[in-house]
């Protein structure tokens, strides 16, 4: 399983934990979350417009 099916399969807290054991980098977590916003945003109608600008922020 990957991260991108993890990401859907985890709650924040199970996210939280796979970062604490170092298994995956908050940086990846994010770039998961973006994709899948990306994936279902059609649904969303426009929701993902401002909060992907503000996320990639580093």
């Known amino acids: 399983m990957g991260l991108a099916e ?3 399969a ?3 807290m199970a ?3 796979l970062v604490r054991q170092r298994q ?3 940086a990846e977590v994010v ?3 973006i994709t899948r ?3 279902v945003e059609p ?3 426009g929701m993902a417009a401002w909060t992907l600008a503000s ?3 580093v």
Do not use: F
Request: charged share 25%; hydrophobic share 40%; net charge negative.
């Open 31 to 33: 770039e998961v979350a």
């Open 24 to 26: 995956v980098s908050p």
């Open 15 to 17: 996210l939280a934990d």
């Open 10 to 12: 985890c709650d924040a």
């Open 37 to 39: 916003l990306e994936q």
């Open 43 to 45: 649904k969303l109608a």
């Open 6 to 8: 993890d990401y859907i």
């Open 55 to 57: 996320s990639t922020y």
